[in-house]
Nanobody, 122 residues
Framework: QVQLVESGGGLVQAGGSLRLSCAAS????????MGWFRQAPGKQRELVAG???????NYVDSAKGRFTISRDNAKNTVYLQMNSLKPEDTAVYYC????????????????WGPGTQVTVSP
């Protein structure tokens, strides 16, 4: 079993910055990918950023050039540095972890964090 703990959300003015952290704990699993989805009121949940095993990254178009995702494999932690924040970034951000069991069969699963609120004022 995997548990995710998120931190770093909060209130910020437009143009400001926040850094989200998501730490995974547990044993007997291998991390395949980590990242964040977000969901704003009245909108569908969307992938904000993800990072794969080899370090490849994906970003939603609106975040490109402003957000940077990274991870510390030794700490099983992923970070999302968010700069030049805009009011439209306001949403609940959910960390996700794609993992596989170390023992056969290597079942895969997606774990979710509890969500952290990011609010950007005009």
């Amino acid at each position: 079993q995997v548990q995710l703990v998120e931190s770093g959300g909060g209130l910020v003015q437009a143009g400001g910055s926040l850094r989200l952290s998501c730490a995974a704990s547990g044993s007997g699993f291998r991390i395949n990918a980590m990242g964040w989805f977000r969901q704003a009121p009245g909108k569908q949940r969307e992938l904000v950023a993800g990072i794969g095993t080899g370090g490849s990254t994906n970003y939603v178009d609106s975040a490109k050039g402003r957000f940077t995702i990274s991870r510390d494999n030794a700490k099983n932690t992923v970070y999302l540095q968010m700069n030049s924040l805009k009011p439209e970034d306001t949403a609940v951000y959910y960390c996700y972890l794609d993992s596989s069991q170390l023992t056969w069969p290597t079942r895969s699963a997606r774990s979710w964090g509890p969500g952290t609120q990011v609010t950007v004022s005009p």
